[in-house]
C-alpha cells in the first residue's frame, strides 16, 4: 500500500493487459499528433528553438507515468507555461540564444524542485489560496496576450512585448511591413482551424460518421494544417518569398545534463518559478481531477506535486522548458480511450519517433502556420462573459477578477498573478474578519433555530442567543468582541448571552483570548456567557485552556437545551 501511495505505477499496472495496452496506445498515437504541432507552437510561444518543445514532450511524460495518479493528464508544454517562461527570461538574455535556453532549462528544474518540496510537506492546499475568479481572470487575460503575441507572425513583422502597452504599438508600427503571403498563409490556417473547431464535428457526424471518430478528428485539425503548409512552403519555396519557416530541427534524441549550476541566475529566477509552479499546479489538478469525476477514480493532489516537481525535473535536465497538464490534450486523451498512465509514455515514444524521422519536413513548417495553431487553441482560455457574470454575483470577486486581468494585460503576467495571490488572500481575510453573526429564536414548536430579522420566531428579552457563523481566529477576534458588547450595551435587561458555536470550526489563541475578555467584560455587567454547539475537535482544544473553568454559564450541547434551561419560554414573537 505504501509503495502504490509514492509508485502509484505498482497499483495500476497489475491489472494491465493486452486490451488495456491497446487502447492506450490508441490514445498515445492520437495525442502524438496533436502534441508534436503543439510542442513547436508552444516553444515558439517561450522564444525557444522549436527543439526544446519536442524534447519537453518526452522524459516528462514517462516521468509522470511512473508517478503521477491520473490516468488521462496530457502532460507537456502549455500555452500559460510559455507564456511566463518568455515573460521571466526576457530579462535575462535575448530569445533564442544560449543563456535564454539555459535560463528555461534552470526555470523547469527549479519550478520541479519547489512542486517536489511542496508535495513532501504535503502543501497541495497552498493552491486553494488562488480563489477562482483570480485565475479565471489571470488565464484570460494571458489568453489574450499569447493572441497578441502571435499576431505579428500571422502579419509577417518585427514586434515584441510582454504586455498590452508594448505590443500593440509595436504590431501598429509594422503594419507598413506587413508580408502579404505570411498573412494569406496564417489567416488561412486561422480561419481553417476556426471553421474545424465550430464545424467539422457535426459535419461529419451528419456524413454518418460512427462513434467518437468525428469528435477526435476535429481535434487533430491542426496535423492537417502543419502538413498542408509545410507542401506549400516547401513546394513553391516560400521562404524565398520572404515566408518565415521553423527552420533547421536538430534530429535525434536530446542528451541529459545538468542544468547551469549558476546561484545567481537560480536565485534571479526563482519568483518566477514559484509562481510557474503554483499556476501549473492548479491547472494539471483541476484539468486531472474534472476528468477523473467522469470515472470516479480519485486524485491525490500532493502525489500530483511529486509528479508534476519530477516531470518539471525531468525537462530541465533533457533540454525542455516548464511542463504542465494541457486541458485540450487531457481531453482528447480521454476522449480516444487512455486507461492508464502508460498512454502519456506512449505518447512520448511518438515524439521521440517525430524527432528522429520528422526534423527534416519541419523545418519547412511556416511559422504563421504554428501563430494560427497558438491563436485558436488559446481561445478556450479567454471567457470574458465570467466577468459580468462574477461581477453580478460578487462585487468582491469582480474586482479582483477585473484587477487581475487589468494588471496582466497591461503589465504583465507575473505583477497579473502576483497580484492575484494578493487579492486571493487579502479577499479571504476580509470576509472573515467581519463574520455574518445573527441572534437567533426558536421556530414555535420546533427545536429550530432562526435569524429574528428573517423569520417568525420566539424570543426572550432576558436570553440572547448569538450565532457566529465563521471560525474564530485572530482576524476576526476583536471584531466579536464588539459585536457582542454592543449587543449587550443595546440590552439591558440581558442575564444571559449564549453564542451558539455550529459553524465555529477553530478557536485560534487569538479567539480564546477574546472569549476570555468578553467573559470576564459580561461578568462585571451581570450576564453571564454561554457557549453552545461546540464541536468536538473544538472542544478538545477548549479543554486544555482555563475557559471551560472560568466560563460564567455553561456549555450547552444544543441551542434547544439552552434555550430550555435558560428559561426561554416564548416570549412575544418577532418578525421582520
Known sequence: MNLERWLPLAGWLRGYGRDTFLRDAIAAVIVTLMLVPQALAYAMLAGLPPEVGLYASMLPLVLYALLGTSATLAVGPVAVASLMTAAALGSIAEAGTPEYVAGALVLAALSGLILVGMGILRLGFLANFLSHPVISGFVTASGILIAASQLRHIFGVEASGHNLVQLVPALWQGMDNISGLTLLIGGGAWLYLVLCRRHLRTGLQKLGLPGQAPDLMAKAAPVSAVIVTTLLAWGFNLKAQGVELVGKVPSGLPSLAMPSLDGELWSTLLPAAVLISLVGFVESVSVAQTLAAKRRQRIDPNQELIALGVANIGAGVSGGSPVSGGFSRSVVNFDAGAVTPLAGALTALGIALSTLLLTTPLAFLPKATLAATIIVAVGTLIDLPAIRRTWAYSRVDGVAMVATLA??????????????????????????????????????????????????????????????????????????????????????????????????????????????????????????????????????????????????????????EAWQALGGDGGAGKSV
Open 407 to 560: 494588471l496582466t494585460l497591461f503589465h504583465g503576467v507575473e505583477s497579473g498573478i502576483l497580484t492575484g495571490v494578493a487579492l486571493s488572500l487579502g479577499l479571504h481575510l476580509y470576509r472573515t474578519s467581519q463574520p455574518h453573526s445573527a441572534v437567533v429564536g426558536r421556530v414555535p414548536g420546533t427545536e429550530h433555530f432562526r435569524n429574528v430579522e428573517r423569520h417568525n420566531v420566539e424570543t426572550d428579552r432576558h436570553l440572547a442567543l448569538l450565532r457566529v457563523d465563521e471560525s474564530l481566529y485572530f482576524a476576526n477576534a476583536r471584531y466579536l468582541e464588539d459585536t457582542v458588547l454592543e449587543l449587550v450595551a443595546r440590552r439591558p435587561e440581558l442575564r444571559d448571552l449564549v453564542l451558539t458555536c455550529q459553524a465555529v470550526n477553530i478557536i485560534d489563541a487569538s479567539a480564546l483570548e477574546s472569549l476570555e475578555a468578553i467573559n470576564s467584560r459580561l461578568s462585571d455587567a451581570g450576564v453571564r456567557l454561554h457557549l453552545a454547539e461546540v464541536k468536538g475537535p473544538v472542544m478538545d482544544r477548549l479543554k486544555n485552556s482555563d475557559l471551560p473553568h472560568e466560563l460564567s454559564g455553561r456549555i450547552f450541547l444544543s441551542t434547544y
